[in-house]
């Protein structure tokens, strides 16, 4: 093996190529995007499970609210 990181995902916003764990899923419109365009809402002690959904950055300036936030 070369011992290169695989990146599987590329950012819908712009461009840039990442690992599975360097990004997710827009919950409101579906786009894959890298941690730059994507807002995970943790708040202080609040389990994962229970956090609000992941939204872009995009629909987070427009209001738009994705399930659970």
Partial sequence: ???REVV????EECGA?????????????GRVLCRKHL????LKGT???DAPAPLCTTCQRT????EGA
């Fill in 63 to 66: 209001g738009v609210k994705g």
């Fill in 8 to 11: 599987p995902f590329k950012c």
């Fill in 17 to 29: 190529e990442f690992a599975e764990t360097a990004g997710g899923i827009c919950h409101s419109c």
């Fill in 47 to 49: 389990r994962l499970r």
């Fill in 39 to 42: 807002i995970i809402p943790l």
């Fill in 1 to 3: 093996m070369s011992g």
